[in-house]
């Protein structure tokens, strides 16, 4: 009987759990509160492993993932997204983390606009459309932004200016954004050697010349870049 009893209490914990509303940002920063959040998520038990369903504040849903594990953020199953209108935005299958077959993303009027085969997490070929249908030349969805002159020049950057302020080695990333113009915001410190050791990495970074943005869907866009500095 005390066995089906906690049985019973922590089965009643999990579905309490799985229902709290975590708040977030417009770029997915966690919040404590609804108060200046454009979007909540809900996590759930499912036979995959965990749902992870994204809702805009009126109730409206973002996006669905199936995780089978979700602390390693391992996508297995379905990953969908739609249009604050209804309409879907994008569907994908991931198998083991890594996308397999056709994703497919639509315009708002619910048109095909892009179809892009994938193949072990890799990618085949694609095609585009236009919002009438008619195929137009592929360009990929997502470009990374970069350094000028790519990362050998960016690390030749670091070399060459980058100041030490005590003796301590080893390894410190810094994350942040490439705005539209190029130049570097946000600065968060993602692995640490010292306090410094850290300040001089970030002044290193807004000392740096402007970047080229990243693309998304073809246009110029905000991203969010992590990078890596070992002093040695």
Do not use: C, M, Q
């Given at each position: 009987m005390k066995k089906l009893l906690l049985l019973f209490v922590l089965f009643f914990s999990v579905q309490i759990f799985s229902q709290d509303k975590v708040y977030?940002?417009?770029?997915?920063?966690?919040?404590?509160?609804?108060?200046?959040?454009?979007?909540?998520?809900?996590?759930?038990?499912?036979?995959?492993?965990?749902?992870?369903?994204?809702?805009?504040?009126?109730?409206?849903?973002?996006?669905k993932d199936q995780f089978s594990n979700y602390k390693r953020r391992i996508l297995n199953g379905t990953s969908e997204k739609w249009y604050k209108n209804g309409v879907k935005e994008m569907h994908s299958i991931y198998i083991k983390g890594k996308q397999e077959g056709i994703q497919t993303r639509y315009f708002e009027n619910g048109k095909i606009k892009r179809t892009e085969n994938f193949k072990n997490g890799e990618f085949v070929d694609g095609n585009c459309f236009d919002e009438n249908g008619t195929e137009i030349d592929f360009f990929p969805y997502f470009i990374k932004p970069e350094f000028p002159g790519g990362m050998k020049a960016f690390y030749d950057y670091v070399a060459n200016n980058f100041k030490s302020p005590n003796s301590a080695k080893g390894e410190i990333k810094i994350g942040f954004f490439v705005e539209l113009d190029g130049t570097l915001n946000h600065f968060e410190v993602l692995k640490s050697i010292n306090k410094e050791m850290d300040l001089s990495a970030i002044r290193l970074l807004v000392n740096s010349p402007k970047w080229t943005p990243g693309k998304v869907d073809g246009k110029n866009a905000r991203v969010k870049f992590s990078i890596p500095l070992t002093v040695k």
């Open positions: 977030f940002t417009e770029d997915f920063k966690e919040l404590p509160s609804a108060d200046n959040a454009i979007y909540y998520t809900i996590y759930e038990d499912s036979p995959e492993g965990t749902l992870r369903t994204t809702y805009y504040l009126d109730n409206t849903v973002y996006s």
